[in-house]
């Protein structure tokens, strides 16, 4: 299957982490939240698909920078688990958001006031079938990109996602995991009142 993946997971998740003046915050979770979905553009385009007892990897380009290097660096050190790419692979929300610039589908502008994204306007709702939406849906809710918090993904949220949800379901329950990760490591930083966003 061939796909465009600026039109793909990750870049729909980056669009709606922008906010309303066209910024694009930073959290640790968006970031996981993005090589995740990067993985899921994967899985989608025919370039990692599961197997009976493994996982098997096809690092051909996509022609997307950041999921071609996430694929690179995956076929070059084939020993790490999928949720290992999630915690410590090199590509994050700001590097889709720029590939999504360099593929000419989001406009940008630089000030002093920093870095300001136009990005294609959000679909209303998803189309019955539409598996990239339902994927989307569930990476908006497991990360907290509408401003809420991070919250569990339940089953019947990722029946949605179809041919997606074996690799959706790894990808939300490991973010849960980088969810209550992070608020141990806030909470430790200062006493455990405040939660890091």
């Not at 019947?156 to 949800?165: F, Q």
Request: aromatic residues 6%; glycine residues 10%; charged residues 20%.
């Amino acid at each position: 299957m061939t796909m465009d993946p600026s039109d793909g997971v990750a870049a729909r998740l980056a669009a709606v982490c922008v906010d309303a003046r066209g910024r694009l915050r930073s959290f640790d979770i968006w970031d996981a939240a993005a090589r995740g979905a990067l993985l899921v553009d994967a899985a989608h385009c025919g370039r990692l698909a599961e197997t009976a007892d493994s996982i098997s990897l096809d690092p051909a380009p996509t022609r997307f920078p950041p999921l071609d290097r996430l694929l690179s660096a995956m076929d070059a050190d084939p020993g790490h688990p999928l949720t290992w790419w999630l915690d410590h692979g090199d590509a994050g929300m700001s590097q889709v958001a720029e590939a999504c610039v360099g593929a000419g589908v989001w406009s940008v502008r630089r000030g002093l006031l920093g870095t300001r994204y136009g990005t294609p306007p959000a679909p209303v709702a998803a189309a019955s079938g539409d598996v990239v939406a339902a994927a989307v849906a569930v990476f908006v809710t497991a990360c907290g990109a509408r401003g809420r918090w991070p919250e569990p993904v339940l089953a019947p949220e990722l029946t949605p996602t179809g041919s997606l949800a074996w690799i959706c379901t790894t990808v939300t329950d490991h973010l849960e995991l980088v969810h209550r990760r992070n608020l141990r490591a806030a909470g430790a930083a200062d006493g455990g009142s405040s939660p890091y966003y």
